[in-house]
């Protein structure tokens, strides 16, 4: 599967920012699905991820109560609503996909596709 992400940007603090991330060449509800960001100098993170047919998410604790992901099968389409950014938000996202993990939370290590990042700079 190929993906493409997009809808990075600068953003001020408490801002909001939709990413979405689009797929091809496969069967997209076969995948698992997740948001990944890395910062400068740091390992890549889980953000948020979603099952095959999107009835379960699951988010880290910095995500919780403000992103939101979910997933479009018919589109294959993926995307993260991002409410109430921090600096620390402040990263490139990528949205990455598996066909054979179980489950909602992955590491990076887990995921076998990858789309090329989006920039994501909150600023105060």
């Known amino acids: 599967v190929q993906l493409q992400a997009s809808g990075g940007g600068l953003v001020q603090v408490g801002g909001s920012l939709g990413l979405s991330c689009a797929a091809s060449g496969s069967t997209f509800s076969n995948y698992v699905m997740g948001w990944f960001r890395q910062a400068p100098g740091k390992e890549r993170e889980f953000v948020a991820g979603?099952?095959?047919?999107?009835?379960?998410?699951d988010y880290a604790d910095s995500a919780k109560g403000r992103f939101t992901i979910w997933r479009d099968n018919a589109k294959n389409m993926v995307y993260l609503q991002m409410h109430s950014l921090r600096p620390e938000d402040t990263a490139v996202y990528y949205c990455?996909?598996?066909?054979?993990?179980?489950?909602?939370?992955?590491?990076?290590?887990?995921?076998?596709?990858w789309g090329q990042g989006t920039q994501v700079t909150v600023s105060s």
């Open positions: 979603i099952s095959r047919g999107g009835g379960s998410t």
């Open positions: 990455g996909a598996d066909r054979f993990q179980r489950g909602t939370r992955f590491s990076s290590s887990e995921i076998s596709y």
